[in-house]
């Protein structure tokens, strides 16, 4: 066998030290009695039953591009339906669209008429506010010493809440291979769904960062 171009050599090492650091990181089992309290802590960010929230919004592009906008949703997570629009600050209507069953987008002026956009939002709203299910896979401590809780979904794809030391949350939502697609980075919330403010990254084409100022919060109806 031919000995491995010593060119070659450093390249190998890069590739396998990168597939090294991808994929999720194993979480360190704590004390069961403990449970209860981690999976109410991962519960924090979502909302507990419909709700009407206002949004002053951020948006950054991949060439630095900004733009400023006010969110309106109304959303249920207990049917996991939801309206949202998109105005600016004189009212006028950028994007107006409901999803239930279907996806329906009711207004969606340029920019906001591509078809990418409406899935891509309406999956950051359901990533930021709806839980992603009863019960975690795995749930633990995980890097510098967060809880962690781990959510599967149909498909493949994997939730993760973590809850930092000092105040900090955070939600990833992760590929078939592991891969990061999109994470959410928010103030602890004073109350279940209702964090003072939100940072929403894709890593996905194109990829973007949200950036979420609670305004207005109402609860509509018992929950």
Known sequence: MNAMPRRLAPLLLLLLT?????GLKPLTPLDPARKSAVLEGCRRPFLPGKYRLVHALETVMPDGAKGTAVGVLVADPRTLGFRTALMTIEGFVLFD???????????????????????????DIRLAFFPPGEAPAAWGEGETGALVCRFERTGGRLVEILTFKGGVMAIRLYGTGQELLKKVKMTLPEGPGLAETLEIQSSGWPSYTLRLRLLESEALGDY
């Open 18 to 22: 990168l597939g090294a650091c991808t």
């Open 97 to 123: 669209a409901e999803a239930g069953e279907a996806l329906r987008v009711h207004r969606a002026v340029p920019p906001f008429d591509a078809p990418a956009f409406a899935e891509a939002l309406a999956e």
